[in-house]
């Protein structure tokens, strides 16, 4: 018997309200309707997974990072951390030492390089991190606290947990956070692939180049899922059919998506025209990827 593998498959956008989270969400509870499924919320600054995938709440989780703290009493003021602080976050001031901790990196070079050792790391609560359980899906839904300057070590801490509990499921689904800065570059960085999500509107076109330039330096095989088709134009079919970037699919504009969606529910489920773009991405992904675990949707048409 051949071992299943995983597939680890990161839906992003290069613009927030593309319909990202109501990919990820569907697709996700589509997957698990034949194989163990986990989806990972890294949109971390404003999850909302949940809200679509009511699950029983498994545990909740504080979210750690390391921050130095001064120790007064055993600094010499040699000005050792200032200078290997590529970030700033440490700061001499006369005879005092300043720690921005909204600056940290957690990169320990200050507490390692200080002579004295008077800059010993301490944890500093970011953030936490929920585990649903909903039939055969599994939700991880990491949230940042109010106030919190990065979201890339939470995205981390995240990736983490999920690689140190959560690798035995056949599909992985990572619910990116919009745009193109460093917090979707750490949620993307295991992706087997990328989804991106845009619509077509001189908008959707301007932030899906944005993003199809950032995947290509990461080297990560991407396609596209085009959202809300019927309105707009054509320009971002002509850019991927330029640029050879594969439409898996393209759902198209309906009230009855939206109406569904503002009450928090499923539309897979619910509308057979959702149903079948999700058997497009899937069928699209089986001629790009070389997953065992693909063969068994072969018979999901139809339902």
């Known amino acids: 018997m051949i071992k299943k593998e995983n597939l680890k498959i990161a839906i992003a956008s290069g613009k927030g309200g593309t319909g990202k989270t109501l990919l990820s969400t569907n697709l996700a509870a ?27 709440l498994i545990r909740k989780t504080e979210q750690h990072k390391m921050i130095p703290q001064w120790d007064e009493s055993k600094c010499t003021l040699c000005g050792e951390c200032t200078k290997n602080c590529k970030f700033h976050a440490v700061v001499q001031m006369g005879k005092f030492i300043a ?14 390089l200080c002579p004295a050792k008077a800059l010993p790391m301490h944890p500093y609560k970011m953030g936490e991190t929920a585990e649903y359980s909903y039939n055969n899906l599994k939700l991880i839904e ?14 981390h801490k995240t ?83 330029t640029e050879q970037i594969d439409i898996l699919t393209k ?25 079948h773009s999700l058997n497009e991405i899937l069928d699209s992904l089986k001629n790009k990827i070389p997953c065992q675990s693909l063969q068994g949707f072969e018979t999901l048409k139809g339902i």
């Open 159 to 241: 990736h983490k947990l999920v690689e140190e509990n959560f690798s035995n499921s056949i599909f992985l689904l990572f619910d990116c956070p919009p745009g193109t800065s460093c917090p979707v570059i750490a949620a993307t960085e295991n992706a087997d692939f990328v989804i991106l999500v845009t619509e077509p509107t001189p908008f959707g076109l301007h932030d899906l180049k944005l993003a199809v330039e950032t995947m290509r330096k990461l080297h990560k095989p991407i396609g596209v899922v085009i959202n809300r088709s019927g309105i707009g134009n054509d320009d971002v079919e002509n850019y991927c059919k």
């Open 99 to 112: 720690v921005f901790k909204e600056l940290c990196h957690s990169c320990y070079a200050c507490s390692e």
């Open 251 to 275: 759902i198209p504009f309906d009230k009855n998506i939206a109406s569904c969606y503002s009450k928090g529910e499923l539309v897979y489920n619910k509308l057979e025209s959702v149903k």
């Open 30 to 56: 589509f997957l698990s309707e034949r194989e163990s499924t986990l989806l990972v919320d890294l949109d971390v600054e404003e999850p909302n997974d949940s809200l679509f995938i009511k699950g029983n």
């Open 142 to 155: 990491s949230r940042l606290m109010i106030g919190e300057e990065q979201a890339v070590p939470l995205i």
